[in-house]
């Protein structure tokens, strides 16, 4: 096999004449494009979208350096804020931490105060255990007590007569049962 491309199909390159032989003028060469011109119409277009990409690229710059400062602002604004609202909490805690301990001060004196009143509470119902107890005695010996008043008011009475010069040594009164009383 041989020739091109393995095809069996022989080339070969013969001159046929030589350049020198005829001097004959080469053919003219084959219509091109034709001479230069300015491309008009077809070339606007692709410029036109280029400078309308260039133009949406410019205004998006310009709309997102407007974006950014306007974010700015709203952070500093929102940082300002956050600022004038710590301090204030800060204000407010230390306030409502004075307050705090101003209470819990009044409480502690409060509870020195109740403690001081159930001390006193508690004397006062022994005091009052105490005077009941006496008075329940008053009352149980109550006629023992009289009777021994009214004896006694009886003896003064006759001593008095008696060193007034009265005699009453052998006088009996029915009511005298007392220590030395006779029994009949």
């Known amino acids: ?27 003219p060469p084959p219509e091109t494009f034709g001479p230069y011109q300015k491309k008009g119409q077809e070339t606007s277009g692709v410029i036109a ?3 309308l990409l260039v133009a949406d690229l410019d205004k998006e710059m310009q709309e ?33 931490a004075s307050a705090k301990a101003s209470t819990e001060e009044e409480l502690q004196a409060e509870k020195e105060k109740m403690a001081g009143t159930a001390k ?16 329940d005695w008053l009352v ?17 009475v006759n001593a008095k007569a008696v060193l007034s010069g009265a005699d009453y040594a052998f006088v009996q009164t029915a009511r005298s049962k007392g220590f030395m009383a006779r029994s009949q």
């Open 120 to 135: 006193e509470h508690m004397a006062t119902l022994e005091f009052i255990s105490a005077l009941h107890g006496e008075c």
């Open 64 to 96: 997102a350096e407007v974006s950014e400062k306007d974010a700015q602002v709203d952070y500093e604004k929102m940082m300002e804020d956050a600022s004038t609202k710590r301090a204030a909490d800060s204000k407010v805690i230390t306030e409502k």
């Open 140 to 156: 149980q010996y109550h006629e023992a007590r009289k009777e021994a008043r009214t004896s006694e008011i009886e003896s003064l």
């Open 1 to 27: 096999l041989g020739g091109i491309a393995g095809t069996g199909i022989g080339a070969s390159l013969v001159q046929l004449r030589s350049a020198s032989s005829g001097r004959e003028a080469p053919p």
């Open 49 to 51: 979208m280029i400078d």
